[in-house]
């Protein structure tokens, strides 16, 4: 299974962490401070995979932001990385070109989309258009109430 | 107006600002807005806490604030709670208790969305408690309407069992089911959570085995492909039948599937479950370059993985891809050269071992392989030792080898290192005399050897000291002055050094047998004894300088008899003298006195401790009496049950005493008074001499 996932920007700042495995606080910290001295900075002509304690540690960079995800051994490496390009994808049809910043101003919605995406640390939908459709009804139903508060303010 | 989330994030980015200053300021703000009846307010303040959470701020203590925000009838203020509690929730946490009826009424509820973003959440944050409650409604919602609930709660299974693996029994064929859902999120799911619990265990899940294979047939989603020829390496550990069944498939996707993804999880499937087909293993081979003559490092990386399982088949495959090996050592990549480093350690042989540790060895001392030292020396190390040394032909090589990697001076590995250096010392006759010598080069610039244990250093002047009698003249004095040398002292190592120092020079002595040694080893023993600060070196160092003044020259001789090593079974033979027997009695005073009358008095009975004193049956029958009336009395001692005890009946004597006393309070005075003097505490004399004089 996948234990977390890691957002991290070039800067070594966290922009969205997501765990599925428990893990204290302090261990959290410890994790992303490892994580981040093994993977940013790593020549991107390298492999992909890296091994981290009993864990193996997929990371790919997309633009600014360098993409985690922690796996069992056990895993497929590579349907790992498929796993994270389609997080990607899903994150581009959604924001529409997305940037780092569009997940720096709007991480709920990253977090809302990785939860369509992926639960208790498996891929559980495989459609593009079907996470977005879901996330689209979320998104409809908040619209509304908000213009049902506005209009009640007015 | 208090800020909205948005605008914490704006006020982070900014440049100027000092960054601790605004933190700080929002967290005050926070700790007051979260407190506020209203809910708008409320959750504004939970979502920039949020974000201070990913800055590292602790998030735990507005645990119950959280739950408020959950429990709004807002989609949005219950989304936002959500996601705060999958963040901050942990299985341990003290709010789950609150928050279970919270998750009953929404996995009952009929808003298909609120329940959908609680699953989310409940997935990261369940526990053996909430699965317990909650494991009912999960499996009414394995029938909802609607696929997307159905599909998430077939993975919230999952974390169910793992919780509560006594809920499996009862719910896992209504799991089950759910692979014949017409809906493919469904069957996802639910193959996902099998494939886990297959691995904790197979047989259990076995059953399902027919409508897996017939998703296997017919299912084109690689995910799925995947999970299912994991599932099906595990149930095959368990019915071997399926061997011949799941090979059609696997042939087939093995030769139809494009994915990389696909071809490489068959590959490893075959590798494991159809070592013997030879028809498999060619097709195999044909895929290999694909792999490893790869431009993608990925697929290099898993190319060399496959090749560690084929090789571990069949070690003939080594000598074709020796090349490959080779290369992926010299790679830029970490990860392919820790790859690479395995591969060695299967594919050497005692031909290619020199050639193997040379280059090991060279590869260490390379700057852009300071991440992976330590497995490097590990390699050598294991290489060398490889089931009692099979693959070393010259020893002596062996040991310089290993004098060399002492001088890498890596803190992990001395502990190994130096057992690995006596060992091979001890066991091979041959290599000692070498051995001694290149010890004694080494141990030349013993400054430069210290470290947090002197494991090595430790090994190194045991052996000098120990086979010191291959030494010629001229060594000798080498040895002698070596571990005569002041600056020892100076150097603060660990004791273990300082205790073989003071071995060493009996030692040397010993073999030497030469009066001026012998004034030399005195010297340097009387020096120690006083000037290293360990007590037990300085205790050694008085030992051996007892014996070697006070003693007889003649009675040393029998040190002089070289101890061989002897098979740890070996000592079972040797029978333990009559003193060391079973009822030697340490301190009588703990089992009796003599009172003045010239009458024993006995303590405890025991039957072995009569062994040694000279009785008459009739004295012993007496004695034992005596003994068993003083115990009946005694109030400390506790009498042996006759009998088992029922559990939960209060005996009924306690009961009575109890009615007794609150009757007449004086009974407990008059108790007291009946009593007999408490017996003698027993007195240890350490002083006194083991055998007597």
Redesign the interface.
């Known amino acids: ?1 996948i234990h977390f996932i890691l957002l991290i920007s070039r800067h070594g700042k ?4 997501k ?2 495995s ?1 893990y ?2 302090k261990e959290r ?1 410890k994790l992303q401070k490892e994580i981040k001295g093994l993977t940013i900075g790593r ?1 991107s ?7 981290y304690k009993e864990m193996i540690l997929v990371a790919k960079r997309y633009a600014s932001l360098y993409f985690v995800l922690g796996q069992d051994k ?1 895993e ?4 790992s ?2 796993v994270l390009q389609f997080f990607v994808e899903i994150l581009d049809k959604y924001f529409k070109n997305v940037c780092e910043l569009d997940i ?2 709007n ?2 919605k990253a ?2 989309l990785l ?1 369509e995406m992926l ?2 640390g ?6 593009k258009k ?1 996470i977005l459709r ?1 996330i689209a ?2 998104d409809e ?2 619209e509304d ?2 213009v049902e ?1 506005e209009t009640r303010s007015s | 107006m208090s800020k909205s989330a948005t605008d914490v994030i704006k006020g982070l980015r900014k440049g100027k600002i000092d960054r601790t200053a605004f933190l700080t300021t929002v967290y005050s703000e926070i700790r007051e807005e979260v407190k506020s009846s209203d809910l708008v307010i409320k959750t504004n303040a939970i979502r920039k806490l949020f974000i201070l959470a990913l800055e590292g701020y602790d998030m735990e203590w507005a645990s119950f604030h959280i739950l408020e925000v959950m429990s709004s009838d807002k989609f949005s203020q219950k989304h936002s709670g959500l996601l705060a509690a999958s963040q901050c929730f942990k299985p341990n946490s003290d709010i789950l208790f609150l928050a279970t009826n919270f998750f009953r009424r929404e996995l009952v509820g009929n808003n298909t969305i609120d329940t959908c973003i609680s699953i989310n959440t409940l997935s990261c944050i369940v526990n053996a408690d909430m699965s317990k409650e909650l494991l009912n409604d999960c499996v009414t919602l394995l029938n909802a309407s609607k696929p997307i609930l159905r599909k998430k709660v077939c993975i919230l299974f999952y974390k169910l069992f793992l919780q509560y693996p006594d809920g499996l029994i009862a719910c896992f064929e209504r799991l089950a089911e759910k692979l014949r859902d017409e809906s493919p999120g469904v069957v996802m799911g639910t193959v996902n959570t099998i494939y886990e619990l297959s691995r904790i265990n197979p047989s259990f899940v076995l059953f399902t085995a027919q409508a897996l294979y017939e998703i296997l047939n017919t299912t084109t989603n690689n995910f799925v492909i995947i999970k299912l020829i994991k599932l099906f390496i595990e149930l095959v550990k368990v019915e071997p039948r399926l061997l011949k069944k799941i090979s059609i498939p696997f042939t087939r996707i093995l030769t139809s599937n494009p994915a990389k993804s696909v071809e490489f999880e068959v590959i490893m499937a075959i590798c494991v479950l159809f070592h013997d087909s030879d028809d498999m293993l060619r097709i195999i081979l044909q895929k290999l370059p694909g792999f490893l003559d790869s431009h993608d490092p990925n697929l290099k990386y898993l190319g060399l993985v496959i090749l560690h399982k084929l090789i571990q088949i069949n070690i003939e495959y080594a000598e074709e891809y020796k090349i490959f090996i080779m290369e992926a050592l010299q790679s830029k990549d970490v990860t392919i050269r820790l790859r690479a480093l395995e591969l060695i350690k299967i594919t050497t042989t005692s031909k290619s071992l020199v050639e193997t540790i040379k280059n090991l060895l060279i590869e260490v001392e390379k700057p852009t392989n300071a991440g992976i030292k330590e497995e490097l020396i590990s390699s050598c190390l294991y290489l060398l030792s490889f089931n009692q040394y099979e693959l070393v032909e010259d020893f002596k090589w062996m040991f310089e080898v290993l004098l060399q990697i002492v001088n890498f001076k890596t803190e992990i590995h001395e502990a190994q290192l130096s057992s690995i250096m006596l060992d091979v010392v001890l066991r091979v006759e041959e290599l000692r005399e070498d051995a001694c010598e290149l010890s004694l080069n080494t141990l030349e610039i013993f400054d430069t050897l210290k470290s947090e244990k002197c494991e090595a250093l430790t090994a190194l002047i045991f052996i000098i000291g120990e086979f010191s009698s291959y030494f010629n003249e001229e060594n000798l004095g080498r040895a002698l002055s070596l571990v005569t040398k002041p600056r020892w002292e100076l150097l603060n190592f660990h004791e273990s050094v300082y205790n073989a120092l003071s071995s060493c020079v009996f030692k040397i002595f010993i073999r030497a047998k030469e009066d001026r040694i012998f004034d030399a080893c005195v010297k340097k023993l009387q020096e120690n004894s006083v000037q290293i600060e360990h007590m037990e070196s300085q205790e050694r160092s008085l030992l051996y300088l007892n014996i070697l003044t006070t003693a007889d020259k003649e009675k040393l001789n029998f040190v002089l008899k070289p101890f061989l090593p002897i098979h740890p079974s070996a000592q079972n033979f040797i029978f333990p003298p009559d003193a060391l027997q079973q009822n030697f009695i340490v301190n009588d005073d703990e089992l009796f006195t003599t009172k003045s009358d010239g009458t024993i008095e006995y303590y405890y009975y025991r039957e072995e401790d009569f062994g040694d004193i000279p009785m008459t049956d009739q004295e012993k029958k007496v004695a034992k009496q005596n003994i068993k009336d003083k115990q009946m009395q005694d109030p400390y001692y506790i009498k042996p049950k006759k009998g088992k005890k029922k559990k939960g009946k209060k005996s009924k004597k306690l009961e009575e005493k109890v009615e007794e006393i609150k009757e007449n309070p004086d009974i407990i005075k008059d108790e007291e008074a009946k009593k007999p003097p408490s017996p003698k505490k027993y007195s240890v004399n350490r002083a006194e001499p083991l055998i007597p004089t």
Do not use: G, P, W
């Open positions: 299974m966290i922009r969205c962490s765990y599925f428990t204290s606080n910290e020549n002509k390298l492999c992909n995979f890296l091994e056990e497929n490496e590579l349907i990385l498929e720096i101003f991480f709920h977090y809302y939860d639960v208790a498996h891929i559980i939908e495989t459609s079907q879901v009804n979320q139903i908040m109430a908000l508060t």
